[in-house]
């Protein structure tokens, strides 16, 4: 169990909504991430944190935002929600050189 | 941006038979690792491997970090119903200010009984 848990673990939203899922980790490393999952995709990068308001874009960052006030709560915002962003949410820590995941978050944008 | 190459995409076998997968990359990465996803789960770290040439066991799991570190591979020998699921490979390298990992497509796993 690396101490990583995301909330809610399942959500339905309606498009056009603003949706914040949140990670938090008991850990207190520096480095934070977050994923979407797509079948077909595996898992690609939206956002990391590396330190307390230190972020930056991964390769998916359209239509995200991310914050980080401090160093066990990493949130992902999606300002306006789309049907396209209906996905699998994981949140990642680093540890060392080893990444350990989250038990994932669920959204469903209709 | 890096993309990795993950095969087979899927395999069906029988239990006790042994399985191989591996994942290429045209990028060079400092550390490969290996996880294993099960339904409504997160994925969960198998195998770290951080120099070139290195073979690490765990368990049936047996990786390697191939010698020009732009591929890595995942044994598991005597396979059980258990060891269903999706793998994942994962280059990382440290760029400015983080690792960053890219994943592969995963190569979901069927062990008939």
């Known amino acids: 169990d690396a101490g990583i848990t995301q909330s809610p673990r399942h959500k339905v939203t309606e498009t056009g909504t603003p949706v914040t899922l949140r990670c938090h980790q008991t850990?207190?490393?520096?480095?934070m991430y977050w994923y979407r999952q797509d079948p077909g995709h595996g898992l690609r990068l939206i956002h990391y944190?590396?330190?307390?308001?230190?972020?930056d874009k991964g390769e998916v960052s359209d239509g995200y935002s991310v914050s980080r006030s401090k160093t066990e709560d990493f949130l992902l915002t999606l300002e306006s929600a789309t049907s396209s962003q209906t996905s699998v949410y994981f949140c990642a820590i680093m540890g060392g050189d080893e990444q350990f995941f989250g038990p994932g978050t669920r959204l469903t944008v209709l | 941006g890096q993309q990795l190459n993950q095969s087979p995409q899927s395999m069906f076998i029988q239990e006790g038979e042994d399985v191989s997968m591996n994942c290429t990359s045209s990028?060079?990465?400092?550390?490969w690792l290996w996880y294993k996803q099960e339904p409504g789960e997160g994925p969960v770290l198998l195998i770290a491997?951080?120099?070139?040439?290195e073979l690490t066991s765990n368990g049936r799991l047996t990786a390697q970090f191939g010698i020009t570190r732009k591929d890595s591979f995942l044994n598991i020998s005597a396979s059980i119903p258990s060891d269903v699921g999706i793998y994942f490979c994962?280059?990382?390298?440290?760029?400015?200010?983080?690792?960053?990992?890219?994943f592969g497509d995963g190569t979901t796993l069927t062990v008939k009984p």
């Open positions: 994962a280059g990382l390298s440290f760029q400015t200010n983080a690792g960053k990992s890219t």
């Open positions: 990028s060079i990465f400092n550390t």
């Open positions: 944190s590396y330190g307390v308001k230190d972020t």
């Open positions: 850990e207190n490393h520096r480095y």
């Open positions: 491997l951080y120099k070139a040439g």
